[in-house]
């Protein structure tokens, strides 16, 4: 059974919209959550880390987390077609310090 | 902010020969280093971990004696894919970590087994 679990997409929105992505983890020691972007060919860059219930905002993205439900989310507003990449959502377990990766999802920003 | 240098970016090897793949922190000292591989297409499958003067950790069904990771320094760990094989064509990057600046990826190695 997989970990960290994303729809694979694609995901496709016009360019304005607000791009919501969503991410579930099966481990409920899970104590922190990461979103990735990554572009084809290149290794993933960090956009958002959370570690406490609730929204956190950082310019246009924001990543939600609900611990009881095991869900993390992250919304992209006024998206851009720069923005079509890969998004991958991982989580750090509560026992070890390494990153534990869902499959992604593809955005399409449609111009 | 951390940088990670990872090298080469592509390598082309005949199968059965072995390549080295170098991962270094360039500004800060990483405790915990680790390999991921890429398929096409999929996600980045954690191989293996490795801590400065110990023996790496891998997970399961990663072949240690083929996958040789070397973790002699804060700042280098090398991986090492002996006697490859086509089937070991795939994307290698790695990570550093520092609980100050938490995960930092390397900009990964397209290896190419022919």
């Known amino acids: 059974q997989k970990e960290v679990e994303q729809n694979s997409g694609p995901l496709s929105v016009p360019e304005g919209a607000i791009a919501s992505l969503n991410c579930t983890y099966s481990d409920r020691g899970s104590q922190s959550f990461f979103w990735y972007r990554q572009y084809s060919g290149k290794s993933p860059e960090l956009i958002m880390f959370?570690?406490?219930?609730g929204d956190k905002e950082d310019g246009r993205f924001t990543a939600q987390l609900n611990k009881a439900s095991q869900y993390v989310s992250l919304l992209i507003r006024d998206s851009q077609p720069s923005d079509s990449a890969t998004y991958l959502c991982?989580?750090?377990?509560?026992?070890?310090?390494?990153?534990?990766f869902g499959s992604g999802t593809r955005l399409l920003v449609r111009p | 902010g951390a940088v990670v240098s990872q090298h080469p970016s592509r390598v082309i090897c005949k199968s059965g020969t072995s390549v080295k793949i170098e991962c270094r922190s360039l500004d800060f000292q990483a405790t915990t280093m680790f390999w991921y591989r890429q398929f096409p297409k999929q996600s980045l499958m954690l191989m293996a971990t490795?801590?400065?003067?110990?023996?790496?950790?891998?997970e399961q069904g990663v072949e240690k004696d083929k996958f040789l990771i070397n973790h002699a320094s804060l700042t280098l760990s090398t991986l090492t894919v002996t006697s490859a094989h086509p089937e070991d064509s795939s994307f290698y990057i790695c990570?550093?970590?520092?609980?100050?600046?938490?995960?930092?990826f390397g900009s990964g190695t397209r290896l190419t087994v022919v």
């Open positions: 990570s550093a970590m520092d609980r100050t600046y938490g995960y930092t």
């Open positions: 490795s801590n400065e003067g110990s023996k790496a950790t891998y």
């Open positions: 959370i570690y406490s219930n």
């Open positions: 991982a989580t750090e377990g509560d026992s070890s310090y390494k990153l534990i």
